[in-house]
T-cell receptor, first 115, second 113 residues
Framework: AQSVAQPEDQVNVAEGNPLTVKCTYS??????LFWYVQYPNRGLQFLLK??????LVKGSYGFEAEFNKSQTSFHLKKPSALVSDSALYFC?????????????FGKGTKLSVIP | DGGITQSPKYLFRKEGQNVTLSCEQN?????MYWYRQDPGQGLRLIYY???????QKGDIAEGYSVSREKKESFPLTVTSAQKNPTAFYLC????????????FGPGTRLTVL
């Protein structure tokens, strides 16, 4: 079975400071990994994904994530946080086996950027 | 939210009533999904469909039913057997192949009165 852990329910960061939202995963074989963002009463918006290749993945709105196979982690980062980054962030994993159509999501981390 | 529409945005239901949530997509994606979102619990998979006329139960299918008669449509019925249906429901699609990102609709908030 595959699983995702987001160890922090909430992360607070001052505007202009770097931010990190943590994610660890468990899956058989090599993973597909994703980050999504959700604003209140909206659907999830895709931010970035890791498929293969470079461990540092760059995505939308200045976000990036680093895949670390040995630590089974895929932490989301941004060098300088904006107030508009305040939202709920979800990490997700999917296996690569035949017929692997299911994404497994973490419980989400609420990011609050303080002006 | 792209080419995925969910209607209605807000839905109120009396206890004991069935209700159907609509999900339509114009992305020509093969697979479609229904998730339930509750505060602090993330997203939980209800049902998914990889092709027309075929669908599989997810982790929390009890009290729900679906159909997939057309590629563009994947309606979800919340039946009276669902004991705690108040939640935010999200529909998603997956193109298949590479890259295979899942895209989400805007969601329907269901409240049972």
């Amino acid at each position: 079975a595959q699983s995702v852990a987001q160890p922090e329910d909430q992360v607070n960061v001052a505007e202009g400071n770097p931010l990190t939202v943590k994610c660890t995963y468990s899956v058989s074989g090599n993973p597909y990994l994703f980050w999504y963002v959700q604003y209140p009463n909206r659907g999830l918006q895709f931010l970035l994904k890791y498929i293969t290749g470079d461990n540092l993945v760059k995505g939308s709105y200045g976000f990036e994530a680093e895949f670390n196979k040995s630590q089974t982690s895929f932490h989301l980062k941004k060098p300088s946080a904006l107030v508009s980054d305040s939202a709920l962030y979800f990490c997700a994993v999917r296996g690569r086996g035949a017929g692997s159509y299911q994404l497994t999501f973490g419980k989400g981390t609420k990011l609050s950027v303080i002006p | 939210d792209g080419g995925i529409t969910q209607s209605p945005k807000y839905l109120f239901r009396k206890e004991g009533q069935n209700v159907t949530l609509s999900c339509e997509q114009n992305l020509n994606h093969d697979a479609m999904y229904w998730y339930r979102q509750d505060p602090g619990q993330g997203l939980r998979l209800i049902y998914y469909s990889q092709i027309v006329n075929d669908f599989q139960k997810g982790d929390i299918a009890e009290g729900y039913s679906v159909s997939r008669e057309k590629k563009e449509s994947f309606p979800l019925t919340v039946t009276s057997a669902q004991k705690n249906p108040t939640a935010f429901y999200l529909c998603a699609t997956l193109a298949g192949g590479y890259p295979d990102t899942q895209y989400f609709g805007p969601g329907t908030r269901l409240t049972v009165l």
